[in-house]
């Protein structure tokens, strides 16, 4: 087969939860294990996503380091991945604004993601308003352009995501069909998408909405990082509802079928969260809960050693090094594509 590039990024927002591990990272450990030679495999760590959201600087500093170390403990290899800080390759920021002057305001406009923070923020949807105009910002509306600009600048031919970033791939295609388009002899390679058969991973506090970093309630998530004691109790209190048996029914059962879901994730047999379901007729929730934590500490067992051994290694220097070797070689990945960006818009 043709050789592949693979691309894809998290932000280091804070330790990965399992919604990120089994909707994205454990696919790039997978995609590495069948990697062929001449395949290149790049993994960023977006600290410039990040910063669409306010961040403390020392903060944010410590948590990429933790995302670097994060990615090592779950089986990313160094030499065969390139592990990098999105910020350390400024071909990233330079292509997201050759982009942006191709792109769609209109489209863009559309995106769920944006869409979603307009109600969030107010619970109306015009920027007429001047006070939620000034609370939005431009940063936050053009993340798809940067996203694009991620994967087209590393001329990436597989983006293995989660579920949830479907709509902005298909925007990153939109961008290089946009610019090859608009100047002459342009090639920017749109990607295809790998997203992952999983289903969203929802909070464990509220089943309608998805398991993320950025939630306040630390409760809503599991980080892959958890001592199993943590794991269990963040199950016991996960919230299901007040019929006290199983049964797999997504629609009207969210936070059972999402605990089912999770389980069947991390069963080794691969059973389906209905037959799981099956198998646990008659039981109580509670039991649930508990196998289900149990297969979830299996399938995160020794992250959470390798983590702290990363963060640790040669006093911390280890890990810089990494760093440093991925930005070389991501800088050098980025270079050819700029080269001809620059060379046919004339810059
Ligand atoms: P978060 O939303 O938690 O800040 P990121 O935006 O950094 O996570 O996303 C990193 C990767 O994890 C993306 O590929 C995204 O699709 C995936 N992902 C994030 N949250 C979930 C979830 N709840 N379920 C499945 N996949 C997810
Ligand atoms: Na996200």
Same mark, same amino acid.
């Given at each position: ?19 990120? &591990? $089994? =909707?994205? +990272?454990? @696919? *790039?450990?997978?995609?590495?294990? !069948? ?5 290149? /495999? ?64 209109? &489209? $863009? =406009?559309? +995106?769920? @993601? *944006?869409?979603?923070?307009?109600? !969030? ?5 015009? /920027? ?220």
């Amino acid at each position: 087969r043709e050789p592949r590039t693979i691309f894809s990024g998290i932000q280091p927002t804070g330790v990965p939860h399992l919604g990120n &591990y $089994l =909707g994205a +990272m454990r @696919q *790039w450990r997978e995609l590495q294990a !069948e990697a062929h030679p001449e395949d290149r /495999l790049l993994f960023s760590i977006v600290d410039l996503h990040a910063i669409t959201m306010p961040q403390d600087a020392r903060q944010l500093r410590q948590r990429s380091r933790e995302m670097l170390a994060a990615l090592i403990a779950i089986g990313l290899d160094p030499k065969r991945c390139t592990l990098f800080y999105q910020s350390a390759v400024p071909a990233h920021s330079e292509l997201l604004w050759i982009l942006s002057c191709t792109s769609s305001m209109g &489209y $863009l =406009g559309r +995106m769920t @993601q *944006w869409k979603s923070k307009l109600t !969030e923020n107010n619970n109306r949807m015009s /920027l007429d308003d001047d006070a939620l105009a000034s609370k939005l910002k431009l940063g936050l509306f053009s993340y798809p352009v940067l996203q694009a600009a991620d994967i087209l600048v590393h001329r990436a031919t597989h983006v293995p995501v989660g579920d949830d970033q479907r709509q902005h791939l298909e925007f990153a295609r939109e961008c290089a069909t946009n610019f090859n388009a608009a100047f002459k002899n342009g090639r920017l390679l749109a990607p295809e998408t790998i997203t992952t058969e999983t289903p969203r991973v929802m909070s464990l506090q509220n089943p309608l909405s998805k398991m993320s970093k950025s939630s306040p309630s630390h409760k809503s998530r599991i980080e892959i990082t958890s001592e199993p004691a943590e794991i269990r109790a963040r199950l016991r209190c996960a919230v299901t509802d007040s019929d006290n048996w199983v049964t797999y029914d997504p629609a009207r059962r969210p936070g059972v079928a999402n605990l089912l879901e999770l389980w069947a994730q991390c069963d080794p047999t691969r059973r389906s969260p209905a037959a799981l379901a099956e198998d646990l007729h008659g039981a109580t929730l509670g039991a649930l809960k508990r196998q289900a934590a149990e297969a979830i500490i299996a399938e995160l067992d020794g992250v959470r050693d390798r983590y702290r051994e990363a963060l640790q290694r040669k006093g911390g220097k280890w890990l810089d090094e990494v760093a440093h070797e991925g930005a070389f070689r991501a800088r050098q990945s980025a270079r050819r594509t700029m080269l001809m960006v620059r060379d046919v818009v004339g810059l």
